[in-house]
């Protein structure tokens, strides 16, 4: 069993920058892909990022050179989100992959002027 919980989101005006953090306890060792997710009212839960267990990344076309994925730690994970619009509103994710699929609570996360 991994537990998993995001901090960070908030509203924030048209152009700022957030940055959410994840933390991961139990099983930490099991994990060997983490990511961000997103969910806008009325849309589908959508990858925003991940990392894999040897340090490689994957963005959505739609956050590429906007958004930065990072860790610092096995169970540390980041999201760096710049220039941020108002499309980028919704709760963000933080999903732990560690056979099985663990899910944070999700952080709101409002751009807004």
């Known amino acids: 069993q991994v537990q998993v919980e995001e901090s960070g989101g908030g509203l924030v005006q048209p152009g700022g920058s957030l940055r959410l953090s994840c933390t991961a306890s139990?099983?930490?060792?099991?994990?060997?892909?983490m990511g961000w997710w997103r969910q806008a009212p009325g849309k589908q839960r959508e990858l925003v990022a991940i990392?894999?267990?040897?340090?490689?990344t994957n963005y959505a076309d739609f956050v590429k050179g906007q958004f930065t994925i990072s860790r610092d730690s096995a169970n540390t994970l980041y999201l760096q989100m710049n220039s941020l619009k108002p499309e980028d509103t919704a709760i963000y994710y933080c999903?732990?992959?560690?056979?099985?699929?663990?899910w944070g609570q999700g952080t709101q996360v409002t751009v807004s002027p």
């Open positions: 999903g732990m992959i560690a056979g099985s699929m663990y």
């Open positions: 139990g099983n930490i060792h099991s994990i060997d892909r």
């Open positions: 990392i894999i267990s040897s340090g490689r």
